[in-house]
């Protein structure tokens, strides 16, 4: 085989990966491209489902301080009626029925206190699993302090209750002062579920601050990727553009070389 044929020959090969290698670019562009669609449609709809749980817990923690808001009235009235009967030696039994009926929705409204704390712990959870994987995004701890101070208040209430069931059996006095107790400790629920309502708004502002500076990572990473695929794409098409007869020519100069090492060495003539 002469050496233009091998140097043919080595030129077609070097082309062709050339065109292999550029090929594999634009899938490999087109890849990173979906890629990019498909994690960004799974990190919206992972904040979409936490951001919603937020708002949910919100409105249900100004649902239920409006319901408590509201039994506020029922308990004023039924403070000021046992008042008036403090002197009879037994509860009257029309007040017995009011007490437990007052006691049953206050009660009602406590275990609604308890799904939402539930509800707002797993929400945090969430975002401690999401903060944990995404260093890098600084993401709200939550109102803490907040449902530290329900917890206790919670705990009022249910010692409130009990004193104003137990009341209802006993005398006229022992149910104004439940009723008195229970009414303090649901405002002071009433002024925490506030806070709790103002925090999770809050926890939502910063949750859209957060899917934003996810997003812009995402462009940076896949513009930085698409970069370096085009650059891999640049120098494929280099190889492919090279001019044959400067491909031909380093392999003839190659072969010649290799020619000229092998040659035999020409006996040196003794002239004397």
Do not use: C, H, K
């Not at 059996?169 to 925490?192: I, M, N, W």
């Not at 910063?206 to 990473?221: E, Q, Y």
């Amino acid at each position: 085989m002469t050496n233009d044929a091998r140097a043919g020959r080595g030129s077609s090969a070097v082309r062709w990966f050339g065109i292999i290698g550029l090929v594999f670019s634009v899938i490999l562009a087109i890849a990173i491209l979906l890629g990019r669609g498909w994690l960004a449609g799974q990190v919206d709809g992972f904040f979409d489902s936490v951001d919603q749980a937020v708002n949910r817990a919100s409105v249900v923690v100004a649902t239920t301080t409006g319901r408590f808001d509201e039994r506020l009235a029922d308990l004023d009235t039924l403070v000021s009626d046992a008042s008036a009967q403090v002197g009879a030696v037994t509860l009257p039994p029309a007040l017995t029925q009011r007490v437990t009926d007052l006691a049953d929705r206050f009660g009602q409204i406590r275990d609604g206190w308890v799904a939402i704390r539930a509800r707002i712990d797993g929400v945090l959870e969430t975002l401690a699993q999401l903060d944990r994987a995404l260093p890098f995004v600084e993401l709200p701890t939550g109102p803490t302090e907040e449902l530290a101070a329900l917890d206790q208040r919670i705990a009022e209430i249910d010692t409130s209750l009990a004193s104003l069931r137990t009341g209802a059996t006993r005398r006229v006095q022992d149910v104004v002062d439940a009723a008195t107790t229970l009414r303090g400790a649901v405002g002071r629920v009433s002024e925490v579920g506030v806070r709790i309502e103002t925090s999770l708004d809050a926890i939502g502002d910063r949750i859209d601050r957060a899917r934003a500076t996810i997003g812009t990572l995402l462009w940076l990473t896949t513009a930085a990727l698409l970069l370096l695929v085009a650059y891999i794409a640049l120098l494929n098409v280099l190889i492919i553009r090279r001019p044959r007869g400067s491909r031909a020519a380093d392999a003839s100069d190659s072969s010649d070389a290799s020619d000229s090492s092998d040659a035999p060495d020409s006996p040196v003539v003794d002239a004397t």
